[in-house]
């Protein structure tokens, strides 16, 4: 049936509806809600490639699409995310009013923003590098932008001492060091499976079971440090493959 090749488009629609529907939480100061948002839109990330393979029903609007949507949610919504945390550093008001703040809070508040411009960088480069098959070179998008809404909901939902991370000399070297790492040529391992064999996929099962043990000990905060052993996981990787 025809109609069925417009089911991944309408997931990736999804994935877009529910980014720009973060962006709209987090202007709001609530950016706990912003982080269940772009989860969501993750999950319509994940299910509108496997669509696409189960149905053979690729095309180039899909594409397009996908990484307009992947712009939208994991680069602009933890880019306002980080904007209302800042806001909360500035203020005490996690509601973004972006008329109260002075001249340099309104400077400063912008800053975060350059996440959604390396977030396109990353899905350009992407789009074009054809040695991005099996593996990827620098961190996605998706890992970027769920590391961002995942910390930030931990922060927001935990407050006391964690507000410490809404302090602009956290957030500025945090987007600086992520920014790189979007456009760096660091090789991170893919997580999709070819077999089943603990050999060649010590790294992946690792990785989740830390991760599912994250995510029960600090709920939606553990996602974060998922992400962050990600990039270790693929450091270690890549220094352990380097000749001698």
Known sequence: MKILRHVPNALTSLNLFFGATGIFFAFQGRPDLTAWAVLVAAVFDFADGFAARFLNAYSEIGKELDSLADLI???LAPAVSYMSLLHYGFTESWKIDFWQLNRAGQILILIPLILAVFSALRLAKFNIDKRQTESFLGLTTTA???FSVSLIHFIFTRGGI????????VVVPLLVVFCI???SEIPMFSLKFKTFGIGENFLRYFLLLTGLVSVILLGVGGIAVTVLLYILFSVVQLVASKPK
Do not use: A, K
Request: proline share 0%; net charge neutral.
């Open 162 to 169: 964690w507000t410490m991370f809404s302090s602009v000399y």
């Open 144 to 146: 970027t932008g769920m």
């Open 181 to 183: 790492l979007l456009v």
């Open 73 to 75: 949610s994991f680069g």
